[in-house]
């Protein structure tokens, strides 16, 4: 069983940076594939970013293709979002997501994960 922390939401004014962090217990870690998600009010969940355990490769939504990088430290047990150039259509809910190694697959459905952070908020301000 794998719990996920997430940490470093608030609000932000358009053009800003946020870092969030998504720290992970128990399970094997770094054999995990680890995702990024948000949820806005009205919307469906969906995929910002995934990185596979072989950190060094990425997949990103094209929304924030650019102004987003996912990174993550095993030694840490944390998998981290970094968020700049921030619009207001990037507010929502942010989750963390985990589950068993991919291979070459980038999983972008949120079924595709069997553990889930609690969510934290990001507020973009125009």
């Known amino acids: 069983q794998v719990q996920l922390v997430e940490s470093g939401g608030g609000l932000v004014q358009a053009g800003g940076s946020l870092r969030l962090s998504c720290a992970a217990s128990?399970?094997?870690?770094?054999?995990?594939?680890m995702g990024w998600f948000r949820q806005a009010p009205g919307n469906l969940r969906e995929v910002v970013a995934v990185?596979?355990?072989?950190?060094?490769?990425?997949y990103y939504a094209d929304s924030v293709k650019g102004r987003f990088t996912i990174s993550r430290d095993n030694a840490k047990n944390t998998v981290y979002l970094q968020m700049n150039s921030l619009k207001s259509d990037d507010t929502a809910v942010y989750y963390c997501?985990?589950?068993?190694?991919?291979?070459?697959?980038?999983?972008?459905?949120?079924?595709?994960?069997?553990?889930w952070g609690q969510g934290t908020q990001v507020t973009v301000s125009s």
């Open positions: 990185i596979r355990w072989s950190r060094n490769t990425a």
């Open positions: 128990g399970g094997t870690y770094t054999s995990y594939t």
């Open positions: 997501a985990a589950r068993g190694d991919s291979g070459s697959y980038y999983p972008i459905r949120p079924y595709e994960y069997d553990y």
